[in-house]
């Protein structure tokens, strides 16, 4: 079966940096769009960056130029660079891909198991 496991994240303080890594594993035939969603405790989960199979990307307002979205499609990883980092980043970051696997009947949107990031004032 198809799995996204994500690392990276933890405490840092506002203006810091953090850099969060998503590795897709499975028998995978090719990964579309993958993305990261945020969720603070009281609000709705929110989109935060994606990026298609060749590179292109697209950002939440309230993080773009702060956060770079990356992806390495030899290793099937994903990246969120993120830079100048605010209280209100504090939320579960979620990964998720929209992964081809070689049993196609499968194919379809996959999670990460979420990671906190936590940013203090």
């Known amino acids: 079966q198809v799995q996204l496991v994500e690392s990276g994240g933890g405490l840092v303080q506002a203006g810091g940096s953090l850099r969060l890594s998503c590795a897709a594993s499975?028998?995978?035939?090719?990964?579309?769009?993958m993305g990261w969603y945020r969720q603070a405790p009281g609000k709705q989960r929110a989109l935060v960056a994606v990026?298609?199979?060749?590179?292109?990307?697209n950002y939440a307002d309230s993080v773009k130029g702060r956060f770079t979205n990356s992806r390495d499609n030899a290793k099937n990883t994903v990246y969120l660079q993120m830079n100048s980092l605010k209280p209100e980043d504090t939320a579960v970051y979620y990964c998720?891909?929209?992964?081809?696997?070689?049993?196609?009947?499968?194919?379809?949107?996959?999670w990460g198991q979420g990671t906190q990031i936590t940013v203090s004032s």
């Open positions: 998720n891909a929209h992964v081809i696997p070689y049993a196609w009947s499968t194919a379809g949107n996959y």
């Open positions: 990026i298609t199979s060749d590179g292109t990307t």
């Open positions: 499975g028998r995978i035939f090719s990964i579309n769009t």
